[in-house]
Every structure is written in structure tokens, then in C-alpha cells.
């Protein structure tokens, strides 16, 4: 698997959304956690994608 660290520029896409391109985002970078006390998967990362003011 590849290690993405934060700040690494990449291509995602959302369900109903074409690929745009963003960054991986810091924690600390995130206004809030979707569901507190809740980790994140090894396989899911924080997006801020370009263009965008939420992450």
C-alpha cells in the first residue's frame, strides 16, 4: 500500500463527482470529525481539494 503523508498533491473522487485534483490534508487541518471518537481506516485519508474552502 502506499503511504500518503499530508500536504501530498493527488487526483480524488467523490460518488456523483468527477476526479479534481486536492491534497492530502493534515488532522489538525479539519474543522471537524464526521463522527467523533471515530478513526480513520488505514485506508481512508482527509481531502482539501483545490478550488474548495472545506476539507
Known amino acids: 500500500m502506499v503511504s500518503l503523508e499530508p500536504g501530498t498533491l493527488i487526483w480524488a473522487k467523490i460518488p456523483c463527482t468527477p476526479w479534481w485534483p486536492g491534497r492530502i490534508a493534515d488532522v489538525s487541518d479539519v474543522a471537524c470529525i464526521p463522527v467523533p471518537g ?3 481506516k488505514d485506508t481512508q485519508v ?3 481539494f483545490f478550488g474548495e474552502t472545506t476539507v
Request: hydrophobic share 65%; no cysteine; charged share 35%.
Open 38 to 40: 471515530r478513526k480513520l
Open 46 to 48: 482527509f481531502v482539501a
